[in-house]
């Protein structure tokens, strides 16, 4: 009878540990949810790192420094 008690004591262990960590599960989800509602939302949504890029074509950036050295030149 003394085998039959621990291994019923094991179980409740094991049944009380995966009760925590359902439990734990359940909070983190919820602390998720919450950060994820109380985050600044943006316009178009998507990667902050590409917000505000136009698509099509581009600026080139060394017109400006052409046209700099040209007028430096002039002078």
Do not use: C, F, Y
């Not at 008690?5 to 094991?14: D, G, I, L, N, P």
């Not at 109380?38 to 052409?66: F, M, T, V, Y």
């Amino acid at each position: 009878m003394a085998n039959r008690t621990k291994v019923t004591q094991q179980k409740r262990a094991r049944e009380r540990a995966k009760q925590e960590r359902q439990q734990e599960k359940t909070r983190r989800r919820e602390e998720a949810k919450v950060r994820k509602a109380n985050e600044p939302h943006q316009a178009g949504g998507g990667d902050p790192d590409i917000a505000g890029i136009i698509p099509g074509p581009q600026p080139r950036p060394w017109d400006d420094e052409l046209d700099d050295v040209s007028d430096e030149e002039k002078v």
